[in-house]
T-cell receptor, first 114, second 115 residues
């Protein structure tokens, strides 16, 4: 069964550094998403992306965050200057074009900011 | 604003017992979708079911069943004859018509099935 893949599985970075989290969505999916889960808390929506632009974003997704689809397969989340509170599990997801098709999540990248 | 409440933070059962995970939601949308996801100890989020607001028919898939009751804004999940491999965090989630691709998750229920 096709799946969403995320790399790396764990990233450690120092406060103030830039990080890029990478995702390869399911190939025939057209919508892409980033969610995050701070340890022990609920999963929170960050951003959705369609047709090479952001379609929705939450208030968490401020100017330090950006997303990009640099080629036909990868979807990336960049955090420009990481803060301690950015430490979380970041999930990429993708879905088909039809409305409310289920999101398929990757295994997540655990980001630790020290 | 949308909200999903999973009042049960943790549940422990012994293998082969039935267990029901509760989910109560709030939304102003008349069209909305409800989901359940499973997060095993390995951390990934696994899609289990999607339900739209017009379909209140209960669904059964193997040992899993879901009870959607619009009158009480609930979408409960029952595992019959639980197994150790069912141990995971289970999340209920909601998406509304106006923001169809943004899921609002509940805080999750940690289910532990003891052998």
């Amino acid at each position: 069964e096709p799946e969403v893949t995320q790399t790396p599985s764990h990233q450690v970075t120092q406060m103030g550094q830039e990080v890029i989290l990478r995702c390869v969505p399911i190939s025939n999916h057209l919508y892409f998403y980033w969610y995050r889960q701070i340890l022990g808390q609920k999963v929170e929506f960050l951003v959705s992306f369609y047709n090479n632009e952001i379609s929705e974003k939450s208030e968490i997704f401020d100017d330090q965050f950006s997303v990009e689809r640099p080629d036909g397969s990868n979807f990336t989340l960049k955090i420009r200057s990481t803060k301690l509170e950015d430490s979380a599990m970041y999930f990429c997801a993708s879905s088909e074009a039809r409305n409310n098709s289920p999101l398929h999540f990757g295994n997540g990248t655990r980001l630790t900011v020290t | 604003a949308q909200k999903v409440t999973q009042a049960q933070t943790e549940i422990s059962v012994v293998e082969k017992e039935d267990v029901t995970l509760d989910c109560v939601y709030e939304t102003r949308d008349t069209t909305y979708y409800l989901f359940w996801y499973k997060q095993p100890p390995s951390g990934e989020l696994v899609f289990l079911i999607r339900r739209n607001s017009f379909d209140e028919q209960n669904e059964i898939s193997g040992r899993y069943s879901w009870n959607f009751q619009k009158s009480t804004s609930s979408f409960n999940f029952t595992i019959t004859a639980s197994q150790v491999v069912d141990s995971a965090v289970y999340f209920c989630a909601l998406s509304g018509h106006g923001s169809a691709r943004q899921l609002t998750f509940g805080s999750g229920t940690q289910l532990t099935v003891l052998p």
